[in-house]
């Protein structure tokens, strides 16, 4: 299928590994010109081997985002679709919620939801103008259902779909759409990090290996009992941004096996 995507332009946040890795890719081989933006800061040279361009951007910090946006428009040129793939959790288990500290979640709602604001801000206004393009939030099946391992990430997540549809309304008038993916199971650096926090709060004879831990849940948790992909992510992401999909706004679309199924 051709999505009719050669030649345009789109940024993803978080882009140097992981979902947003794939994502980029994904656009890439769909003939678009990608820009990265991560905190990481070897971003230009991950960018650079699959001839992408990329820039360490710490998308926290509102000042420098507006400021690498401006920059961005005039060196690459106008983005048409801008895809928020950025995203950490807490590093701790949080069952129940009170083991935390309420000092854990101020990164974890700056990366996940104000990192998203910072950058739909930057972006909003220049969309709007030209009449086109598409905004896309990753978040995750844990800002539906509330999950208890995380408290401060899945809080985040469902505040940052809520704000997705806010944005959504906004600029549904100037025909640009916003939509979010929740992903499930998939097996990245922050999933691991997890069952990491998990584990290391266990006995010495009740600890399990991620692969055992992860299985588990996979197979009781999901109904199609396998787990999900980056290029999953990313396949769903290229449709949202093309033509294909120009009446979807505003939505809330899981790539996560069955688990959360709304009716």
């Not at 288990?93 to 990164?107: I, V």
């Not at 995380?150 to 985040?156: K, N």
């Not at 299985?215 to 290029?231: A, C, D, F, H, N």
């Amino acid at each position: 299928m051709d999505l009719q995507l050669t030649g345009q332009r789109a940024l993803v946040v978080g882009g140097a590994s992981g979902i947003g890795l794939a994502i980029a890719k994904a656009f890439a081989k769909e003939g678009c010109r990608v820009l990265i933006w991560d905190r990481n800061p070897n971003t230009p040279a991950i960018a650079a081997e699959l001839s992408l361009t990329g820039q360490a951007v710490d998308i926290t910090d509102y000042e420098l985002v507006k400021t690498t946006a401006a920059a961005a428009a005039e060196s690459f040129g106008p983005i048409d679709h801008v895809i928020y793939a950025a995203g950490l959790g807490s590093g701790k288990f949080g069952f129940p919620f009170w083991k935390l500290d309420p000092s854990d979640w101020d990164r974890v709602l700056r990366v996940n939801l104000l990192g998203a604001v910072n950058t739909a801000h930057a972006f909003a206004p220049g969309l709007a103008e030209r009449g086109r393009g598409s905004f896309l939030f990753i978040s995750s099946v844990a800002g539906q259902i509330g999950s208890q391992t995380d408290p401060p990430y899945s809080a985040a997540k469902a505040a940052l779909i809520n704000f997705a549809i806010a944005a959504a309304k906004d600029l549904a008038p100037h025909n640009v759409r916003v939509n979010t993916i929740c992903p499930g199971m998939i097996q990245t650096p922050l999933n691991r990090s997890v069952w990491q926090a998990w584990n290391d709060q266990r006995p010495e004879a009740a600890k399990r290996t991620y692969e055992s831990w992860a299985g588990e849940k996979v197979s009781t948790v999901i109904p199609l009992k396998r787990w999900q992909t980056p290029e999953d992510v990313a396949a769903y992401a290229v449709f949202l941004a093309s033509a294909q999909a120009q009446n979807i706004t505003g939505q809330t679309l899981n790539v996560d096996g069955g688990w959360v199924m709304h009716w």
